[in-house]
């Protein structure tokens, strides 16, 4: 499948879904992480070998014409600390000189876009655009985002290859359990059923369904897992419910139990923001053990698969799916449903899928100059 795909260069991915990709690319090819030391003095000429590559702080300037000047000793140092590979992976757009001044690192240079970043007021939309224009391959995380991209930049869509997020292979059993995991230790014992909201509580967050359905419902109890990245409608009054237990952050690593403990889960998903084009992670990890999964808001990646997860329109609609859920033991027969798509939805079935894209990139570029002699 690899066909020349040897090594392949990735820049950034600090965000642990995105490392789990590039992880489980590993089994088809050398991955090696550029991660050159940025210095106010790494203009200065190196005087002896460096343990690590340094280079100028303004390497990577959103002024065009900065990064232009720094190009050569910025690629001589480059190639110098890394050699070169077959393709070059930028994933952020702060990195966008890797695609038009640094090419000489690798002959393929693939954008990997794990989110909408006109929703961020502190990045500069026009290196996104730059990396946009100059990148051989794009790499979007769901269609909604790929077509969020063709509005802004207008895109070839031969150059576009969605690649969504997933989960790691070791989350999933080989059938799906007859009953949730046992709870963690770290809970207490009797809190069930228990109904989970995993992941950040941030600005994409709507907890007012939750709180009406914590209200309507007292038979039912419920878990918080991740960080609160600030102070929403209805957290201080889930805060100070005792049936409700709020864990903090966890490394992404150690989440699966949690997920699996649950008797259904709950993705509390706003309509703006960059949810309807996102490709949730916490999705995904929720998949492998079958247990129902509703959400609100939008995501037009979830409603791709409306058999696996149940839409809810306001907190109304989340106590009624909820009490005839729990009314049937949370038992809702869609279990193998979420288990096989979960199969397909794997880190390594990410990964194969990236570096087959990748290959075949190479080969056409291979082609090419032999086409044309």
């Known amino acids: 499948m690899n066909q020349g795909l040897r090594r392949v260069f990735v820049a950034g991915s600090s965000k642990p879904w995105q490392q789990a990709l590039f992880s489980a690319l590993e089994d088809y090819c050398e991955v090696v992480p550029l991660n050159p030391c940025l210095t106010r003095s790494g203009w200065i000429p190196w005087p002896r070998p460096q343990p690590q590559c340094v280079l100028p702080r303004g390497a990577f300037s959103h002024r065009e014409w900065l990064a232009r000047l720094l190009a050569p000793m910025a690629v001589r140092r480059l190639r110098a600390a890394y050699g070169r590979a077959d393709a070059l992976i930028v994933t952020e757009p702060r990195f966008w000189p890797y695609a038009l001044h640094y090419r000489r690192l690798a002959p393929l240079i693939g954008y990997h876009i794990s989110d909408d970043y006109a929703a961020y007021s502190f990045v500069r939309l026009k290196q996104e655009a730059l990396l946009v224009r100059h990148a051989d391959l794009l790499f979007p995380v769901s269609k909604g985002l790929a077509d969020a991209l063709q509005r802004r930049y207008g895109l070839d869509a031969a150059r576009v290859h969605v690649i969504a997020n997933g989960i790691p292979d070791t989350w999933l059993p080989d059938t799906p359990p007859e009953r949730p995991a046992p709870l963690p230790p770290c809970l207490p014992e009797g809190l069930r059923p228990l109904i989970g909201v995993i992941g950040v509580i941030g600005t994409r967050i709507d907890l007012l369904p939750i709180v009406a359905a914590h209200d309507a419902l007292p038979q039912l ?55 309807p084009c ?43 799916t909820l009490e005839r859920l729990a009314a049937a033991g949370f038992q809702d027969g869609r279990a193998a449903e979420r288990h096989r798509f979960a199969m397909e939805s794997t880190w390594p079935k990410r990964a194969a899928a990236l570096a087959e894209a990748l290959s075949a990139a190479l080969v056409a570029r291979r082609r090419a100059p032999a086409a044309r002699s």
Do not use: K, M
Request: hydrophobic content about 40%; overall charge negative; some cysteine.
């Open 278 to 320: 996102s490709s949730p992670v916490r999705f995904f990890s929720q998949l492998p053990t079958g247990q129902p999964i509703l959400y609100t808001g939008t995501c037009a990646q979830i409603a791709e698969t409306p058999r696996l997860a149940y839409h809810c329109v306001d907190g109304e609609a989340l106590t009624a």
């Open 221 to 275: 109890r419920w878990l918080f897992v991740g960080p609160v990245h600030c102070s929403l409608p209805g957290l201080a009054h889930l805060q100070s419910s005792p049936r409700c237990r709020f864990v903090g952050a966890l490394p992404y690593e150690e989440l699966q139990p949690y997920f699996a403990t649950l008797d259904a889960a709950v993705l509390p998903l706003t309509d703006g923001d960059i949810n």
